[in-house]
């Protein structure tokens, strides 16, 4: 067998093919080290033999069938250092029993396949292919590089009973995850804000929903930053109180009549008018709820008219918008609304800096299906450590329908 065929099958280079057997349906290549051994401490060439260790390698099988790479593996005594040492073996990492080919192999099907499945095809454990792609991720994403950021979004998401609660930072130009904080309060992101201080990245816009930890956060480390409240957790936060609306009217209907109506149109008040299902009669259902109840009409086609907001032509013309909304809220004489309205005019600031920057947390809450489909996936996560890894890499993860 040529070198040749040695180094671009396997990634062997530097070692004498010897000869080959097969064994089990496997293939065993025996190889030999060549003249010119060096001390793996110093690097010395003044070094005395002191005999081999035997030392087998998994490379990447041809086809399915399993290679086997044997190597005796001098030690070495150095006459400048005295470290008495084995050599250093060029075609796979100090302390593994397989070629970085197999780890970049492993690496390839991981991308294609479950762990489990790269394990089972590759005839290893799935601690093994684990350890190959959890060292992997720590050398590529384990200290993300945080002097290039400028604009980031900010929010929180529930990973099960386990895990709980996790903080993630974006970033909103690149699209990677820079942070992952345990729990979702301010104290979450200390550890971000500590390793911001170093590369002294210049932030001037951060997107986040209307929490005030977050805000609160970032205005005492980064005073600078625009925050900037989210589209999508204002009109969450208005859905949330127009569901509390609708189940305080229900509660208060005398009759049956009104009552069935207002059972079950929850979801039919949440969606917007153009999703609304015209086979299920959605839209007749929601009519008749509205035209019953005046205070709920109202809150509705108010949220309606508070989704314009994001749409104006310019900074000066949506804090126009924000004005009048807020003055017919006050007057509609409904109590949510008059709550509502007096949120906005304290948070007028956050909403308006959107037509300085216009970002949102819209790419963050896309992640949040990648989260999900990266735990579905694994069936979840016992180390915890990889799970914080593959999040960081998930930016460049591509999922598609399959089959």
């Avoid at 041809?62 to 040492?85: N, S």
């Avoid at 979450?188 to 951060?206: E, G, M, S, T, Y």
Wanted: hydrophobic share 40%.
């Amino acid at each position: 067998m040529s070198t040749s065929l040695l180094y671009h099958a396997w990634g062997v280079r530097g070692y004498v093919y010897q000869r080959s057997e097969y064994v089990g349906g496997g293939v065993v290549l025996h190889l030999r080290q060549e003249e010119g051994m060096r001390c793996p401490v110093c690097g010395s060439r003044e070094v005395i033999g002191r005999g081999t260790v035997v030392r087998r390698f998994k490379g990447p099988p041809i086809g399915r069938k399993p290679v086997t790479l044997v190597l005796p593996v001098q030690r070495v005594e150095c006459r400048v250092c005295h470290a008495l040492r084995q050599v250093e073996v060029r075609f796979a990492e100090a302390r593994r029993t397989y070629t970085r080919a197999f780890e970049r192999y492993a690496l390839e099907l991981c991308r294609m396949a479950t762990i489990q499945d790269a394990a089972r095809h590759l005839g290893v454990s799935w601690d093994t292919v684990k350890d190959i792609q959890k060292r992997h991720l720590q050398q590529t994403f384990g200290r993300p590089r945080l002097r290039h950021l400028r604009m980031i979004a900010i929010d929180e998401f529930y990973t099960g009973k386990i895990g709980k609660f996790i903080t993630i930072v974006m970033d909103l130009e690149s699209g990677a995850i820079v942070h992952v904080g345990d729990g979702k309060g301010a104290e979450a992101l200390d550890p971000f804000w500590k390793r911001l201080r170093r590369p002294k990245a210049r932030i001037q816009a951060v997107a986040m929903d209307m929490a005030p930890a977050y805000a609160l956060a970032v205005r005492e480390h980064i005073p600078d930053a625009l925050i900037i409240f989210d589209h999508f957790h204002v009109i969450k936060r208005f859905n949330d109180k127009l569901s509390d609306l609708r189940r305080d009217l229900y509660r208060e209907a005398a009759d049956k009549l009104r009552k069935d109506v207002l059972k079950g149109t929850r979801w039919l008040l949440l969606k917007r008018p153009h999703n609304l299902d015209e086979a299920r009669n959605e839209p007749k259902r929601l009519r008749e709820a509205l035209t019953i109840n005046e205070p709920l009409s109202i809150a509705y086609y108010m949220r309606e008219d508070l989704c314009q907001f994001w749409s104006q032509s310019n900074k000066t013309a949506a804090a126009q918008f924000l004005q009048d909304w807020i003055n017919r809220a006050m007057a509609s004489g409904v109590r949510m609304l008059h709550k509502f309205a007096k949120l906005l005019a304290s948070r007028r600031t956050c909403l308006l800096a959107y037509y300085d920057f216009m970002i949102t947390t819209a790419r963050l809450e896309g992640i949040n299906r990648k989260i999900r489909t990266l735990q579905a996936q694994a069936y979840g996560y016992r180390d915890r450590e990889f799970f914080i890894l593959k999040l960081y890499a998930l930016h460049t993860s591509k999922y598609a329908l399959v089959g």
